[in-house]
Structure formats: structure tokens, C-alpha cells
């Protein structure tokens, strides 16, 4: 009896842990829908979950993402760490107007996949020649990143009346 609610108070301090550890986000992902990979009995489901974002710089460009998350007591407690496959797909939804100058392989996007070292994120870039935005998503640690990653490109088109702007003015020099 002692050992259950010495495991049951270990639970919950975890629970207060990870949520402290975890910032709460207005501007987050938008979760799409997910879909169980591997069924658990008694804990959460492994799943794959797909997300959509919107460039905070480009106006008119989308993207999303799918993600394995992990269940099981880890994944229910929030101490998983998250695998790497991650896949991305991003598409002009609008006339496009950048909202100011940007680097490239500025962040556009990130959210941690482990309870303190791993990271993925998703950057931007501009290929000048074909006038294109470029999107990698990749996920990275401390030590020993990953070479996982996905890309995906965004011709910048025109739009009803309106003339497609050059991503090459928009980068900072």
C-alpha cells in the first residue's frame, strides 16, 4: 500500500514537473487530427499527430506536419523522448506579403520532443534564382542530432490581382 502512493505521489510530481517545463503557447500548432499507430491497454496510444502552422513572416504560406507521439506511461506523463521522423508540407494558401526582412534558415517554428534536449524545428529559407521559399524540418540535441529531416518548397505565385513578391528583397543581408 505504502509502495502505490509512493508511486502515485511520484506520478503526480511529474506531472507538475513537465508542466512547469512546458511554456503554454496561444500562438501554437493547430492539431488537425491524429490517428493510433500501436495500441496500449492501460495507457495512452503510440500516434501520429498532423499540425498546421502558419509563417509568422510570410503571409499566405502554410504548413503542416505530421509527428509520432508516444504513449505508454512516458508519453502519458510527458518525459517521452520523441522520435525524429518527421514529415512537413508547406503551400502558398493566399497572396503572399512578408511582414519584414528574414534570414536564411530563420526558425519558423519550434516545439521540444524531449523533456529537456531535443528540439524540432522547423526553418525557411529563400531560393533567390526560382524565386521559392524553402522549408526543412529536423530535430536536434545537445548531443547527437539527427540527420532525419524533411523538406518541402513554396513557389511564390501570384495571387487573383495581385503580383508575387520576390523572397530575394525580403532577406536580410
Known amino acids: 500500500m505504502a509502495f502505490r502512493r509512493f508511486l502515485m505521489a511520484a506520478a503526480a510530481g511529474a506531472a507538475v514537473i513537465v508542466a512547469a517545463a512546458v511554456p503554454a503557447r496561444a500562438d501554437g500548432p493547430d492539431l488537425i487530427f491524429k490517428k493510433s499507430t500501436v495500441w496500449k491497454m492501460l495507457t495512452p496510444d503510440d500516434k501520429l499527430a498532423v499540425y498546421g ?21 512516458k508519453g502519458m506523463f510527458g518525459v517521452a523522448e520523441e522520435v525524429s521522423d518527421i514529415s512537413l508540407s508547406c503551400r502558398q494558401v493566399g497572396p503572399i506579403s512578408f511582414k519584414g526582412k528574414f534570414e536564411q534558415g530563420e526558425v519558423v517554428f519550434s516545439e521540444r520532443r524531449s523533456l529537456v534536449f531535443k528540439r524540432m524545428q522547423i526553418v525557411r529559407g529563400c531560393d533567390v534564382k526560382r524565386n521559392v521559399l524553402v522549408y526543412l524540418v529536423y530535430s536536434d540535441r545537445i548531443i547527437e542530432g539527427s ?12 495571387w487573383g490581382d495581385s503580383e508575387a513578391p520576390r523572397c530575394a528583397d525580403w532577406l536580410k543581408s
Open 147 to 158: 540527420p532525419k529531416n524533411s523538406t518541402s518548397s513554396v513557389p511564390i505565385m501570384p
Open 53 to 73: 502552422i502558419d509563417d509568422p513572416v510570410a503571409d499566405g504560406v502554410a504548413c503542416h506536419y505530421t509527428l509520432p507521439e508516444r504513449g505508454g506511461v
